[in-house]
């Protein structure tokens, strides 16, 4: 099973208020990342767990928040939603053994984000 | 700013034909480059990789060129069929630190 899943697959939650979203894979991959997904860009990354190690971008560092309480487990949350938060979601995992990482990026369905 | 930049958002070729799809990159440290794929309503699935240490890879119809002076690598795909239409994505980081940015992404269509 190559399966990337992710709650909820829609979200709606109004400015301000927080946002928790939730990743699970099966396949005992050690990295696991989250990207977002604006209409016309590029899926951006926000952040990846190596094993326990957190890694967040620079310039989405105090946007995003994520924990990984066991291997098969990620979420991203957002403490306060503003409306530049709307997008879809991407989580993603992938393989590395502890080397250079060159293995596949298997990818949720994505959970659609809606700020009002 | 846009670590990976595809330039061109769409694409059209004939079914038989050969097309190419381009992919720039910023960072010079780069060494790992990706070709996804992506069907309306799916996840996008990797379709092609290759390291920094060779200039090509090839599989089936597919082969990925890379030309690291130029900071550019390209998707070539031959004998282009209907089922080829879907959003291709490059991908390209720093293996040894696994993260991996995306260009935006160039829509293929195929015509029978």
């Known amino acids: 099973d190559t399966t990337v899943k992710q709650n909820p697959r829609y979200k709606l939650a109004r400015v301000g208020k927080p946002v928790n979203l939730i990743c699970s894979q099966t396949?005992?991959?050690?990295?696991m990342y989250w990207y977002q997904k604006k209409p016309n860009q590029a899926p951006k990354l926000l952040l990846f767990?190596?094993?326990?190690?957190?890694?967040r971008e620079a310039d989405t560092f105090e946007k995003f928040q994520s924990s990984r309480p066991n291997n098969s487990f990620c979420s991203l949350y957002i403490g306060s939603a503003g409306l530049e938060y709307s997008a879809m979601y991407l989580c993603?995992?992938?393989?590395?053994?502890?080397?250079?990482?060159?293995?596949?990026?298997?990818f949720g369905e994505g959970s659609k984000l809606t700020v009002l | 700013g846009q670590q990976v930049k595809q330039s061109s958002p769409s694409l059209t070729v004939q079914e038989g034909g050969i097309l190419i799809l381009n992919c720039d990159y910023e960072?010079?440290?780069?060494?790992?480059f990706a070709w996804y794929k992506k069907y309306p309503d799916n996840s996008p699935t990797l379709l092609i990789s290759?390291?920094?240490?060779?200039d090509k890879r090839e599989d089936g119809r597919f082969t990925v060129f890379l030309n690291k002076s130029g900071k550019h690598f390209s998707l070539h795909i031959t004998a282009s069929q209907p089922e080829d239409t879907a959003v291709y994505l490059c991908a390209a980081g720093m293996a040894g630190y696994q993260n991996f940015y995306f260009g935006k992404g160039t829509s293929l269509t195929v015509i029978p």
């Open positions: 290759v390291r920094s240490n060779v």
């Open positions: 993603a995992s992938s393989w590395t053994g502890g080397a250079p990482n060159t293995g596949q990026l298997y």
């Open positions: 960072n010079d440290m780069f060494d790992y």
């Open positions: 396949m005992n991959h050690d990295t």
């Open positions: 767990y190596y094993d326990k190690i957190l890694n």
